[in-house]
């Protein structure tokens, strides 16, 4: 059974297309990562998953229901903008939004207490929303985004604003949602989230699908050919090599795809001539790989 059915979905701002003919469906119990560059429509079609806009043309149905008949409270949503009343004490609206959600207050008031000692956050209880950094915000968003246990998450950049070790924790969190058979669909740029969490991923660029498939298959389909090479110096020249289809250039460390049949001896040869290497080694592309490369040739 698939959590989302998204089907021909068509979204237009006056003569702007956001969402070409969008076609992809999101298993139950899944991780799955909606990818592309800024303005690319990723969250133009969360937006309608979550009734906030509706489709000019196309289908969505979620949690088995269309869309525009969906219950909510099975599902919760972090919006790449927060939602929060800043003016409000942190443990109020926590209470209000669960409360909106369909717990009892004396249930929403311990769920909050338990959430806010997960997350360090006890301290801010009686602070207002506004007077916290903006990765205490972050983390306040996502307890509300949870805090009714939905069937379905749907996170759009959950991990903005957040130091390297609470995004390890909200990855943490992700993970036992999803043992436990809940379903997260996010957006994110940070390649290297995508990899540690999502078995499928959809990458759209201009309105468009320009990749879809489960993230194991696809890096194989892309993994012929590659090489992951590290080193210090000016290793631009490595895209011009002959042998060299693709380049992608990181400064310090680059991943270069060969031609079908290209010697990779010869590209270490080259690199050896100009370069100090510290690793030199046939890899699969990582997804942050795939991507420039998909998005740059569309």
């Not at 149905?61 to 009343?85: H, I, K």
């Not at 130091?163 to 957006?187: A, C, Q, W």
Request: glycine share 10%; charged share 25%; hydrophobic share 40%.
């Amino acid at each position: 059974m698939n959590a989302v059915e998204i089907k021909g979905v068509v979204k237009r701002y006056g003569d702007f297309t956001a969402v070409n003919a969008v076609s992809f469906n999101i298993p139950q119990g899944g991780i799955y990562g909606v990818l592309g560059p800024n303005g690319a429509g990723k969250t133009s079609t969360m937006r309608m998953m979550m009734q906030i806009t509706l489709p000019d043309a196309g289908e969505i149905r979620v949690l088995g229901q269309p869309v525009a008949s969906l219950d909510t409270d099975n599902v919760g949503y972090l919006p790449e903008e927060r939602g929060l009343y800043k003016k409000m004490k942190v443990g109020d609206v926590l209470v209000f939004f669960a409360q909106i959600k369909g717990l009892e207050r004396a249930e929403a008031r311990k769920r909050a207490a338990a959430w806010l000692e997960r997350l360090s956050l006890t301290d801010c209880i009686e602070k207002s929303v506004e007077d916290l950094s903006k990765g205490m915000q972050q983390k306040v968003q996502f307890i509300v985004t949870v805090i009714h246990e939905p069937d379905l998450l749907v996170l759009d950049e959950p991990f903005s604003g957040l130091d390297p070790v609470n995004t390890n924790l909200l990855m943490e969190i992700i993970l036992e949602y999803h043992k436990r058979g809940h379903t997260i669909v996010f957006s994110t740029h940070m390649m290297d989230q995508v990899e540690k969490l999502c078995e499928r991923i959809c990458l759209i660029n201009r309105g468009r699908i320009v990749l879809e498939g489960e993230l194991a298959a696809i890096k194989r389909s892309y993994g012929k050919g590659g090489i992951s090479i590290r080193f210090s110096g000016d290793g631009s020249f490595l895209g011009g090599l002959p042998e060299v289809e693709h380049f992608n250039d990181y400064g310090n460390e680059a991943f270069l795809r060969l031609h079908d049949g290209a010697d990779s001896a010869r590209v270490l040869d080259a690199a050896r001539e100009r370069l100090e290497i510290t690793r030199f080694e046939v890899a699969e592309p990582s997804i942050h790989d795939i991507f420039i490369e998909r998005v740059q040739s569309t």
